[in-house]
């Protein structure tokens, strides 16, 4: 695809983005190994797209969102953000009691990144914070408050408002809901839906919890351990999941943590946990095919499969059929 029409279609094209940390092996030692945070991440957002990121805790998700607005620096691969403004991505943090600063009143938390960004003077920011407030459901009289002051969801709602004050295009929810109840999360769901099409706004949206991605994205990205394991649109996804970690992740099945110092050395990182793993998985690692219009796996196994039999449906099929075919 040549870079123009990515450039009219795509807001955020990452390629083969690595990010690994360096980890000792106990308090007191010498020797580290590498967390492999993120192992060849490739994939892209769609201008008023939101795209789901899912996987369980420590699998790299909110190192992607770094990576993204550019809080760290990539190893390798690339990230090209195609924006119309000169304004990079903002991040929604997951836990709204730590992202804001206690000693800054709502007034002082929204005034910074307006004055940076838009370039207005005083009296049109008071305005324009007025505004956001309004946006994001908060009255104006909390304006005078300092952090401690406000609930869950209302702290998460100025968290919101900062984002949006920036203008920019592409906003990364890191978990937005996960520290709150769940009748707020909805709420907060249902805003973050209604200010992305009321504003055509790019979004990714990160959780581990797949009925929450169900419910607010188009698209979905299955990670685990650095790498994203598939990848198409929720309706399919969702329906016929074809890895075998995201038919775990789906059934909600307790699994075994595992973590990436105890990852194979070689081959697929699944493959201590697969079910109808083969001979193949320990020695290569699986590449992210295309199997679908917009459908994308990375597991030896099911690619066969698929490439054999055809149809997305029978080869998930297949996959609900399978089990313990480990040879
Ligand atoms: N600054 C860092 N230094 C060392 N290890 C890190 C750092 N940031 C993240 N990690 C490690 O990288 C892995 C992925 O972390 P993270 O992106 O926070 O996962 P998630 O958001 O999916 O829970 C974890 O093993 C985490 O401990
Ligand atoms: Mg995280």
């Given at each position: 695809m040549s870079k123009e029409i990515k450039m009219k279609q795509d807001i955020l094209v990452i390629d083969n983005v690595e990010k690994h940390f360096s980890r000792k092996?106990?308090?007191?030692?010498?020797d580290s190994y590498a967390v492999?945070?993120?192992?060849g991440v490739s994939f892209r957002i769609g201008r008023g797209e939101i795209l789901g990121l899912v996987g369980e805790s420590g699998c790299g998700k909110s190192t992607v969102g770094k990576l993204i607005t550019g809080l760290i620096p990539p190893d390798k691969g690339t990230i090209d953000y195609f924006g119309d403004k000169s304004v990079n991505p903002q991040l929604i943090f997951q836990d709204p009691v730590n992202s804001l600063?206690?000693?800054?009143k709502v007034s002082q938390t929204l005034y910074e990144p307006l004055l940076i960004n838009r370039f207005l003077s005083k009296k049109n920011i008071l305005a324009e914070i007025k505004r956001l407030l309004k946006m994001v459901g908060?009255?104006?009289?909390?304006?005078?408050?300092?952090?401690?002051?406000?609930?869950g969801g209302q702290k998460q709602r100025v968290g919101i408002a900062r984002a949006l004050a920036a203008n920019s295009e592409l906003i990364i929810a890191d978990e937005p809901t996960s520290s709150l109840d769940v009748s707020i999360q909805a709420q907060i769901l249902n805003l973050l839906s209604k200010l992305q099409s009321d504003f055509n706004l790019s979004m990714l949206f990160i959780s581990h919890d797949l009925s929450l991605i169900k419910y607010i994205s188009r698209r979905v990205c299955v990670m685990y351990l650095g790498k994203i394991v598939e990848q198409g649109l929720c309706s399919e996804v969702f329906k016929t999941p074809l890895h075998p970690y995201t038919n775990i992740l789906l059934r909600a099945a307790p699994i075994s943590k595992i973590s990436s110092s105890s990852?194979?050395?070689?081959?697929?990182?699944f493959y201590p946990r697969c079910k109808i793993a083969k001979n193949k998985c320990q020695k290569q690692v699986p590449k992210l095919k295309q199997i679908g219009k917009e459908h994308y796996l990375a597991c030896h196994v099911m690619c066969e499969i698929f490439s054999s039999r055809g149809t997305a449906s029978r080869g998930a099929g297949y996959a609900g059929k399978i089990k313990n075919v480990r040879k």
């Amino acid at each position: 695809m040549s870079k123009e029409i990515k450039m009219k279609q795509d807001i955020l094209v990452i390629d083969n983005v690595e990010k690994h940390f360096s980890r000792k092996t106990s308090f007191w030692a010498r020797d580290s190994y590498a967390v492999k945070a993120v192992d060849g991440v490739s994939f892209r957002i769609g201008r008023g797209e939101i795209l789901g990121l899912v996987g369980e805790s420590g699998c790299g998700k909110s190192t992607v969102g770094k990576l993204i607005t550019g809080l760290i620096p990539p190893d390798k691969g690339t990230i090209d953000y195609f924006g119309d403004k000169s304004v990079n991505p903002q991040l929604i943090f997951q836990d709204p009691v730590n992202s804001l600063n206690p000693r800054m009143k709502v007034s002082q938390t929204l005034y910074e990144p307006l004055l940076i960004n838009r370039f207005l003077s005083k009296k049109n920011i008071l305005a324009e914070i007025k505004r956001l407030l309004k946006m994001v459901g908060l009255d104006e009289k909390i304006l005078n408050k300092y952090p401690h002051q406000l609930s869950g969801g209302q702290k998460q709602r100025v968290g919101i408002a900062r984002a949006l004050a920036a203008n920019s295009e592409l906003i990364i929810a890191d978990e937005p809901t996960s520290s709150l109840d769940v009748s707020i999360q909805a709420q907060i769901l249902n805003l973050l839906s209604k200010l992305q099409s009321d504003f055509n706004l790019s979004m990714l949206f990160i959780s581990h919890d797949l009925s929450l991605i169900k419910y607010i994205s188009r698209r979905v990205c299955v990670m685990y351990l650095g790498k994203i394991v598939e990848q198409g649109l929720c309706s399919e996804v969702f329906k016929t999941p074809l890895h075998p970690y995201t038919n775990i992740l789906l059934r909600a099945a307790p699994i075994s943590k595992i973590s990436s110092s105890s990852l194979p050395s070689s081959g697929c990182s699944f493959y201590p946990r697969c079910k109808i793993a083969k001979n193949k998985c320990q020695k290569q690692v699986p590449k992210l095919k295309q199997i679908g219009k917009e459908h994308y796996l990375a597991c030896h196994v099911m690619c066969e499969i698929f490439s054999s039999r055809g149809t997305a449906s029978r080869g998930a099929g297949y996959a609900g059929k399978i089990k313990n075919v480990r040879k």
